[in-house]
């Protein structure tokens, strides 16, 4: 028995001292959209103007990503354990954890 206790505040202590914080879930925000854009291809019937926006995005992705954010409104739930994110835009949605120095969006980003 007090090796299961101690194997549970084992895993709790852990889970607690490496959780994520805002800064680092904004990190992983960045990447994957980094990540997006980069597979995106041009044409797929986009209009000309999606076309050139993509075009830029390529071109300069650090002020692409910055134009992306700004459309982004991302909450942060600080749950002892883990770090609640809740990421809404572009008629998409995504709750995401962050615990033991991970993010996991269950399900992706799903269309409103």
């Not at 206790?5 to 879930?25: C, F, M, S, Y």
């Not at 980094?34 to 044409?43: E, K, P, S, T």
């Not at 942060?76 to 033991?100: K, N, Q």
């Amino acid at each position: 028995m007090r090796i299961l206790i101690v194997v549970i505040v084992l895993v709790l202590g852990g889970a607690w001292l490496t959780k994520p914080d805002e800064a680092d879930a904004e990190a992983v925000l960045r990447d994957q959209v980094m990540i997006a854009v980069a597979r995106q291809d041009l044409g797929e019937g986009r209009s000309t103007g999606e076309n050139l926006a993509l075009a830029a995005c390529k071109l300069r992705p650090s002020d692409c990503y910055d134009l992306l954010r700004s459309g982004l409104e991302v909450s942060y739930t600080d749950r002892t354990l883990f770090l609640r994110v809740d990421v809404d835009g572009y008629d998409r949605r995504a709750t995401c954890f962050g615990v033991y120095t991970r993010f996991v969006c269950p399900g992706g980003f799903k269309e409103r």
